[in-house]
T-cell receptor, first 112, second 114 residues
Framework: DGGITQSPKYLFRKEGQNVTLSCEQNLNHDAMYWYRQDPGQGLRLIYYSQIVNDFQKGDIAEGYSVSREKKESFPLTVTSAQKNPTAFYLC???????????FGSGTRLTVV | AQSVTQLGSHVSVSEGALVLLRCNYSSSVPPYLFWYVQYPNQGLQLLLKYTSAATLVKGINGFEAEFKKSETSFHLTKPSAHMSDAAEYFCAVSLIQAGTALIFGKGTTLSVSS
């Protein structure tokens, strides 16, 4: 079955460490996205990519980095520069930018 | 710039009652509009979408929404609530001609009581 897979489901990080969240899709979608979800704040866009080897910052890109070396993969690194990284992170993909998204099941990151 | 406002962060209904979740958008050009549902600790699932065809859009699980340009609204309705409808609902907007990512509202949590 086609879909989008995020791993791990739960992740714990010590302060000062970088961590990478995985996002893989087998839907042959061109566009991929990362959103951060905090209670009462909805989804906020971190980064997005329309094609391989290209990506753009979203509204809250500071402290995050991404790569898009393959069409299927769009990993997100949460760096030590992100001051408040504890949140639920959602990855999504779509055939193109103005189409509905398919979401992964999310990764809950907690700083300990 | 486009934006989305969901009126009411929490809506409570009885089982069998009408569900009405409100969404207003702001956009200087024709938008695409979407409703998503999220169950606890899961990703979002597309309920329905408006892409400039019929103004009344039917989605999954008995939900529907009507695009009203004069009111800049895209409210989500369901005639009869079921316990399984309890979840968080998000409205989202995207511009038709520009390659922009979806902008989401802050969400409305729907509670259904028996």
């Amino acid at each position: 079955d086609g879909g989008i897979t995020q791993s791990p489901k739960y992740l714990f990080r010590k302060e000062g460490q970088n961590v990478t969240l995985s996002c893989e899709q087998n839907l042959n979608h061109d566009a991929m996205y990362w959103y951060r979800q905090d209670p009462g704040q909805g989804l906020r866009l971190i980064y997005y990519s329309q094609i391989v080897n290209d990506f753009q910052k979203g509204d809250i890109a500071e402290g995050y980095s991404v790569s898009r070396e393959k069409k299927e993969s769009f990993p997100l690194t949460v760096t030590s520069a992100q001051k408040n990284p504890t949140a639920f992170y959602l990855c999504a993909s779509s055939p193109h930018m103005n189409y509905g998204y398919t979401f992964g099941s999310g990764t809950r990151l907690t700083v300990v | 710039a486009q934006s989305v406002t969901q009126l009411g962060s929490h809506v409570s209904v009885s089982e069998g009652a009408l569900v009405l979740l409100r969404c207003n958008y702001s956009s200087s050009v024709p938008p695409y509009l979407f409703w998503y549902v999220q169950y606890p600790n899961q990703g979002l699932q597309l309920l329905l979408k408006y892409t400039s065809a019929a103004t009344l859009v039917k989605g999954i699980n008995g939900f529907e929404a009507e695009f009203k340009k004069s009111e800049t609204s895209f409210h989500l309705t369901k005639p009869s609530a079921h316990m399984s409808d309890a979840a968080e609902y998000f409205c989202a907007v995207s511009l038709i001609q520009a390659g922009t990512a979806l902008i989401f509202g802050k969400g409305t949590t729907l509670s259904v009581s028996s």
